[in-house]
């Protein structure tokens, strides 16, 4: 069973919430659902810091916020970010969508995810979950699984799998893809085209 967390301050969440609202600041739409995200995740950090208590009722006030929690994400970002994360100050998140970061993994200070972002446990080894430094980037679609420590001010890029910890001040970067040059279409159909609409592929046949 997990120990009990540290408390956490009123100050502490105030000045997690203000760090948020800095950098993630602007009058976008996505800026907007980032800031009710962050809001609704720091308040879930503060219930869990401060109510669970291993085999203690008060408990049961961290699981029904999350239990709501989890409905406001879905709504707000397809996302799940729960409160027993660790996540330090100013976390960026400039797409708040699909992002998913499983419990009890660690986010230092100003760290930045892009959109279907996946912090995620290794299925074999469930209890130990990766750990990232300050200043970490993970692009789009990239995805840290396992027991592994990220370190600060690293780039990940976009579409990156990392299963093995990585130093500070490293870029991982994903495989190149493969071009396949001169390869024309024998038969393409016309766009729009009755064979185009019933078969999307034979605009490349
Ligand atoms: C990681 C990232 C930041 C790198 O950007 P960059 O520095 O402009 O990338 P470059 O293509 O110049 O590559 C940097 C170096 O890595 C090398 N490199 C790139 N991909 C490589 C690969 N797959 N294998 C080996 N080397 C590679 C390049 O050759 C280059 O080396 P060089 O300077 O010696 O030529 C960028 O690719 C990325 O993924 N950003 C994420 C952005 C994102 O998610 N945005 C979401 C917006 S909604």
Redesign the pocket.
């Known amino acids: 069973m997990t120990e009990r967390p540290k408390g956490m301050s009123l100050k502490e969440f105030f000045s997690l919430v203000w760090w948020d609202w800095h950098i993630n600041r602007g009058i976008t739409f996505d800026r907007l659902r980032s800031m009710l995200l962050l809001l609704e995740i720091r308040w879930e950090q503060f219930i869990y810091r401060n109510c669970y208590r291993p085999r203690n009722p008060l408990t049961l006030i961290w699981y029904l916020t999350r239990f709501l929690g989890s409905i406001f994400q879905w709504v707000i970002a397809t996302s799940i970010i729960p409160g027993d994360a660790e996540i330090g100050r100013g976390l960026r998140l400039?797409?708040p969508q699909n992002i998913i970061v499983t419990r009890l993994a660690k986010i230092g200070d100003f760290c930045t995810l892009?959109?279907n972002v996946s912090i995620a446990l290794n299925g074999f080894n469930p209890t130990k979950a990766p750990r990232l430094g300050d200043r970490v980037?993970?692009?789009?679609?990239?995805i840290v699984i396992g027991d592994i420590t990220i370190g600060s001010d690293v780039?990940?890029?976009?579409?990156?799998v990392v299963l093995r910890s990585v130093p500070d001040h490293a870029?991982?970067?994903?495989?190149?893809p493969t071009v396949i040059t001169d390869y024309p279409s024998r038969d393409p159909a016309e766009p729009g085209s009755k064979r185009h609409i019933e078969d999307p592929y034979s605009l490349w046949r």
């Open positions: 400039p797409h892009y959109q980037m993970l692009g789009t679609g990239s780039i990940v890029s976009a579409g990156a870029r991982v970067i994903s495989p190149r």
